[in-house]
């Protein structure tokens, strides 16, 4: 069975200050997403990163993937409290039909 | 672009009786759903992969007597929750899957009385 360890489940931050949540499983994956989820909403898909090494920006928001595709990483950069909600990464299972596996999610506060 | 809607937004319904959730991909193509269960302040756990024509393949532990899953077409996937009890009171999310790109739906909240 595949897992998708996330950490941490909670973080509650100051406005500006940086942080990281993590992604790390032993399986590898044909992919990795990272969704932010809104309270009585589906998931929204923030950034999908396919190869080994790669690193995708979003504004204040950096993903990384690792090289062996199975640990990823989500950095925020002078959080503000519109970041605030459920971070969730994905990793896409090789094969047929491409489902995803979920991370347990991290509950982001940002505090004025 | 591409989006799911799934109908209804939420639901209450009384314990024993069955309910019925659509999931449609607007604009797109879905040749795979997946339909997903999430209890408050947990992430997202797969339930069912359906593929349309063909029957659903379950995750280990869904039930799929209880979880009937029906993926009629392209555009529409159905998950009848039959016997409803207050434990499957929960947020419950499909996805859409078409050229390589996944979509979810709003998420139904499901209360059983």
């Known amino acids: 069975t595949q897992l998708l360890e996330q950490s941490p489940q909670f973080l509650s931050i100051q406005e500006g200050e940086n942080l990281t949540v993590y992604c790390n499983s032993s399986?590898?994956?044909?992919?990795l997403q990272w969704y932010r989820q809104e309270p009585g909403e589906g998931p929204v898909l923030l950034v999908t990163?396919?190869?080994?090494?790669e690193v995708k920006k979003l504004k204040r928001l950096t993903f990384q993937f690792g090289d062996a595709r199975k640990d990823s990483s989500l950095h925020i950069t002078a959080a503000q409290p519109g970041d605030t909600g459920l971070y969730l990464c994905a990793g896409a299972t090789s094969g047929g039909y491409n489902k995803l596996i979920f991370g347990a999610g991290t509950r982001l506060a940002v505090h004025p | 672009g591409a989006v799911v809607s799934q109908h209804p937004s939420w639901v209450i319904c009384k314990s024993g009786t069955s309910v019925k959730i659509e999931c449609r991909s607007l604009?797109?193509?879905?040749?795979?759903m997946f339909w997903y269960r999430q209890f408050p302040k947990q992430s997202l756990m797969l339930m069912a992969t359906?593929?349309?024509?063909?029957?659903?393949?379950?995750e280990q532990g869904v039930e799929k007597d209880k979880f009937l899953i029906n993926h009629a077409s392209l555009t529409l996937s159905t998950l009848t929750v039959t016997s409803a009890h207050p434990e499957d009171s929960s947020f419950y999310i499909c996805s859409a899957q078409g050229a390589g790109l996944t979509f979810f739906g709003q998420g139904t909240r499901l209360t059983v009385v």
């Open positions: 399986s590898v994956f044909s992919s």
């Open positions: 990163v396919v190869t080994g090494g």
């Open positions: 359906s593929n349309e024509g063909s029957k659903a393949t379950y």
């Open positions: 604009d797109f193509q879905a040749t795979t």
